[in-house]
C-alpha cells in the first residue's frame, strides 16, 4: 500500500475565503482522486486528479470551486474557494498505486480534511 | 438508479452473533469489487477484496453473485471492534473510477 499524507488535518474557515488542501504520497501513483463526505454520508467523488493536464470533474463539481493540481505523480492539490458553509466537510484524498493487476488494483485514502466553514 | 445500493442499518447485534450485509450494484460490465471499513471520524481503509470464487479472511467472508448483481459480507463472531460502517465498492471494467455505496451501520453490542 502507499502511505498518503494530507494537509491540512482540519481547519476552520470564514466565509468567503480560500482553502488549499494537499495530498501527498511516498510513491509514485497511476490516479488520484479527491473526494467530499459530508456529516453522515458516503464519499462523493469530485475529480480525478491528471498527471500534467486539467483535472476530470464529476456532474456537480467545476473547476472554479473546486480547482485542482497535480504536478506530479506523487502530490496534488485541491482548492475550496470562496467557501460557504454548505462546503463544511471531510475531504479525502486518494489514490491507486502503480504497477498493480486490474483484478486486485484498488484505492488508498489519506487522512482526510476536515473543514469547517463560519 | 444508483450505481451502488447498501441498506444504511444499523445493525444492531450481540458479541459473538452472526451478521451479514448485501450489496447491489447496477452495471453488469463492473469489474471489481471491495468491502471498505469506516470508522468514526476516520478514512475509509481496505476490509477485503471481493474475487468471482468468493474469499474468506478470517471471521470475514465475502461472495460475489454476478448472475444477482450483488457482493455480500458475512462477518463471523462479531467482536465490539467490529462496530463500523461498511462500505461496499465497485469499479467499471476500465478501473477509471471507484463508486462507493452509502454503507451499512454496524453496532456490535456487550
Known amino acids: 500500500s502507499a502511505v498518503i499524507s494530507q494537509k491540512p488535518s482540519r481547519d476552520i474557515c470564514q466565509r468567503g475565503t480560500s482553502l488549499t488542501i494537499q495530498c501527498q504520497v511516498d510513491?509514485?501513483?497511476?490516479?488520484m482522486f479527491w473526494y467530499r463526505q459530508q456529516p453522515g454520508q458516503s464519499l462523493t467523488l469530485i475529480a480525478t486528479?491528471?498527471?500534467?493536464?486539467?483535472?476530470?470533474?464529476e456532474s456537480g463539481f467545476v473547476i472554479d470551486k473546486f480547482p485542482i493540481s497535480r504536478p506530479n505523480l506523487t502530490f496534488s492539490t485541491l482548492t475550496v474557494s470562496n467557501m460557504s458553509p454548505e462546503d463544511s466537510s471531510i475531504y479525502l484524498c486518494?489514490?491507486?498505486?502503480?504497477?498493480?493487476?486490474?483484478?486486485?488494483?484498488?484505492?488508498?485514502f489519506g487522512p482526510g480534511t476536515r473543514l469547517t466553514v463560519l | 438508479r444508483k450505481e451502488v445500493e447498501q441498506d444504511p442499518g444499523p445493525f444492531n447485534v450481540p458479541e459473538g452473533a452472526t451478521v451479514a450485509f448485501n450489496c447491489t450494484y447496477s452495471?453488469?460490465?463492473?469489474?471489481?469489487f471491495f468491502w471498505y471499513r469506516q470508522d468514526c471520524r476516520k478514512e475509509p481503509k481496505l476490509l477485503m477484496s471481493?474475487?468471482?470464487s468468493g474469499n474468506e479472511d478470517g471471521r470475514f467472508t465475502a461472495q460475489l453473485n454476478r448472475a444477482s448483481q450483488y457482493i455480500s459480507l458475512l462477518i463471523r463472531d462479531s467482536k465490539l471492534s467490529d462496530s463500523a460502517t461498511y462500505l461496499c465498492?465497485?469499479?467499471?471494467?476500465?478501473?477509471?473510477?471507484?463508486?462507493f455505496g452509502s454503507g451499512t451501520k454496524l453496532n456490535v453490542k456487550p
Open positions: 486518494s489514490v491507486v498505486p502503480s504497477g498493480s493487476g486490474l483484478s486486485t488494483d484498488t484505492q488508498y
Open positions: 510513491s509514485q501513483v497511476t490516479m
Open positions: 486528479a491528471n498527471q500534467g493536464s486539467e483535472a476530470t470533474y
Open positions: 452495471n453488469s460490465a463492473s469489474q471489481s
Open positions: 471481493v474475487y468471482s
Open positions: 465498492v465497485v469499479t467499471p471494467y476500465n478501473f477509471n473510477k471507484f463508486y
